[in-house]
């Protein structure tokens, strides 16, 4: 089954095309004794390829006697400038040299899939970079030495699950290495000094202060304003940006903020990438809808220049390294079934569109069939289709099958990590209307005994959710009730309690005659939803990262009324 398997280089599972029936899915050999022909065919499209960088401008030489900038903290091709490393949708972990050229497989042993990745640049004076991994179940990783390909796995910390994003600004307190922050769910923010052992290589948190969740991006800049202490970007989800200089003070780390720009809402990903025209500056790049990716050059003083492209259709990366938005993974499309019963997958493209629908089941082999589409259950980059078939419950990416008793469910959702411990789990709602909850094992194979959410659930005609909507990191989940009012449910990360109280969005929703939630297909980490009408049109709305949790609509295709359903 092709929706859930590991790009990684050297440790990849091989998604072949399956002519499988659901009998030869299943465990129970009384089960698939009379199971269906299901079949799923075609895999989906590598775009796994990336652009290469266009060439800096000049940058101007730094005065005499000015302080020196630390070195960049991502440069295994030795050239002096940052090397971007980044995640590319099928998971692969991989390094674009500064130079140009093709890009290269970067091998983080130990884990499937990063979440989000850290540069640190040279710990250990040995002159080659360490950088972080984060896995979406708190595991945080340093590799030592990384060339182009790889680096040497000399820690594991774990909890790291505690933060929605972790960065590095650079050395804040002046010791000519790198330290790190983290920011909690509720806006808080820790400083972790970095120790140079690489064995032990942060000192514990110091509390830096509370209010940091106000901003949707933090990008660790290294030092823009030559004091040669690291500094930081902050954006909010209205697109006010703020630079906030360091004062070498582990308890304050940074000075009173300073505003500098508006409008950049229009970007889904800003980039460290410390001096990339060599003037001593710290430079940042930012990446638009359009997959334009745009750098602006440091004048050394806590500003920037105007922008300036730097490389086009650069949205095939999933998530850059030192990138300041809450990365996500699990699911970045959606699934059609025709009124034959046929089924299509519509693939997002990073901008909030998307490419042309590909065909993966045989003509009317899943008419009738009970499935939904759930976020990454193994918690790799793409989703996992499930099937209750005579009343058994099957995982069809791993032939896993969780046993019987599921007929008594009406609606099953999967929109991710809803306990808070990185692993997706799934929503089960049964005919008198009380909502379950199934905590996942992180594997795809086996969830918790259920935990009761409440009851009332029957009111809503659709339930769905593939990710973040409030852009707090926690999985959100959407409901349509009859009157046609949408609600937000935000995720609190508690198993016992997944939900705050509900919030009203809008109501006019009953216009449409079917919603889907694709996952993030603009690339900022938020998750989208998708809406049509009965004429067939199809409307996009944003994730926001705010209370309001979506933007204003924006039409993006016609023809969908040939779905019965859509996951």
């Not at 008793?405 to 990590?417: A, F, K, T």
């Not at 939630?517 to 009408?533: E, F, N, Q």
């Amino acid at each position: 089954m092709p929706f859930a398997f590991s790009g990684r280089a050297g440790r990849v599972t091989t998604c072949t095309a399956l002519a499988l029936s659901a009998g030869m899915l299943l465990a129970s050999p009384a089960v698939a004794e009379s199971a269906p022909r299901l079949a799923l065919e075609r895999t989906l499209t590598d775009t796994s390829a990336v652009p290469t960088l266009d060439e800096p401008q000049a940058g101007t030489v730094r005065a005499a006697g000015a302080t020196a900038v630390p070195r960049p903290r991502f440069d295994v091709t030795g050239d002096g400038k940052t090397d971007l490393i980044h995640r590319t949708r099928n998971g692969i972990t991989s390094v674009a040299p500064s130079s140009g050229g093709a890009h290269v497989a970067f091998d983080t042993a130990g884990t499937s899939t990063d979440l989000d990745l850290v540069p640190l640049g040279d710990q250990n004076a040995t002159g080659k970079p360490e950088v972080l991994s984060v896995s979406a179940t708190g595991a945080l990783r340093l590799y030592a030495d990384a060339s182009t390909t790889e680096g040497t796995l000399r820690w594991t910390g774990h909890g790291w699950n505690i933060y929605n994003k972790v960065f590095s600004p650079g050395d804040v307190d002046g010791d000519g290495r790198a330290d790190v922050m983290a920011r909690r769910y509720d806006g808080e923010l820790y400083f972790y000094r970095a120790t140079g052992t690489l064995t032990a290589p942060f000192a514990g948190p110091v509390r830096v202060g509370a209010g940091w969740g106000a901003y949707d991006q933090l990008v660790g800049l290294g030092d823009n304003d030559g004091d040669g202490r690291g500094d930081l970007l902050a954006r909010t989800p209205a697109g006010q940006v703020y630079f906030y200089g360091s004062t070498g003070d582990k308890r304050a780390p940074f000075k009173p903020r300073k505003a500098l720009a508006t409008g950049w809402q229009v970007y889904n990903q800003i980039v460290a990438v410390d001096d990339r025209n060599l003037d001593g500056r710290a430079d940042v790049f930012a990446r638009d809808l359009n997959g334009t990716l745009w750098a602006y050059y440091g004048r050394g003083n806590g500003t920037f220049t105007s922008r300036a492209q730097t490389g086009t259709a650069w949205n095939k990366v999933e998530q850059f390294g030192g990138a300041g938005n809450v990365p996500s993974l699990g699911k970045t499309l959606f699934m059609g079934r025709d009124l034959a019963g046929t089924l299509f997958w519509h693939r997002g493209l990073n901008n909030g569109k998307l490419a042309a629908r590909e065909q993966i089941s045989s003509t009317g082999g899943w008419a009738g069939a009970h499935i939904s589409l759930a976020y990454a259950l193994d918690g790799n980059t793409l989703p996992d289709l499930v099937v209750v078939h005579q009343g058994h419950l099957i995982n069809t990416s791993n032939k896993k099958d969780f046993g019987g008793g599921w007929q008594v469910y009406d609606r099953l959702v999967g929109p991710g990590d809803l306990s808070g411990d990185g692993k997706s789990d799934l929503l089960a709602r049964d005919t008198s209307g009380v909502l379950y909850l199934y905590r996942g094992n992180g594997a795809g194979t086996g969830f918790a005994s259920r935990v009761r959410v409440g009851s009332g659930w029957n009111a809503y005609n659709q339930i769905l959710g593939a990710g973040d909507y409030t852009g707090d990191g926690r999985a959100d989940v959407l409901a349509r009730d009859g009157a046609g009012k949408l609600f937000l449910h935000r995720g609190t990360g508690s198993a016992t309690a997944p939900f705050a109280s509900r919030t009203l969005i809008g109501g006019g929703w009953g216009a449409y005659a079917r919603l889907v939630a694709p996952g993030d297909i603009s690339g900022d980490g938020r998750a989208d939803l998708l809406a049509v009408t009965a004429a067939g049109d199809l409307y996009r709305y944003l994730g926001t990262g705010t209370s309001a949790a979506i933007s204003s609509r924006t039409k993006i295709g016609h023809g969908f009324q040939t779905y019965s359903n859509l996951y």
